[in-house]
């Protein structure tokens, strides 16, 4: 049984938004940092946005004013907000969860930027 399951995703135009979601099974509010990663085909996976373990928000340059990252702790679930899309934001999309015990990472979804 997959701990976290992503959903959205897909293809849009230029300038266009996508919003992703990161669901876990248990709850996490105990989770040190989450985590919304990218990989490009190619590419190292990055880091696109991150609930830290100081309880900050950080983003990558490349996204911020762009990306809003956001949570609804009753639902268990990370958001990644995607507004005025480039093709270069094509890439698979993952999470990660990290907690007290384990590592989560979601399987992964493919957002597609192209007109």
């Known amino acids: 049984q997959r701990q976290v399951v992503q959903s959205g995703g897909g293809l849009v135009q230029p300038g266009g938004s996508l919003r992703l979601s990161c669901a876990a099974s248990?709850?996490?509010?105990?989770?040190?940092?989450m985590t919304w990663y990218r990989q490009a085909p190619g590419k190292q996976r990055d880091l696109v946005a991150a609930?830290?373990?100081?309880?900050?928000?950080k983003y990558a340059d490349s996204v911020k004013g762009r990306f809003t990252v956001s949570r609804d702790n009753s639902k268990n679930t990370m958001y990644l907000q995607m507004d005025s899309l480039k093709p270069e934001d094509t890439a698979v999309y993952y999470c990660?969860?990290?907690?007290?015990?384990?590592?989560?990472w979601g399987q992964g979804t493919q957002v597609t930027v192209s007109s």
């Open positions: 609930f830290t373990s100081s309880g900050g928000i």
């Open positions: 248990k709850t996490i509010l105990n989770m040190y940092d």
């Open positions: 990660l969860l990290r907690g007290p015990h384990a590592d989560y």
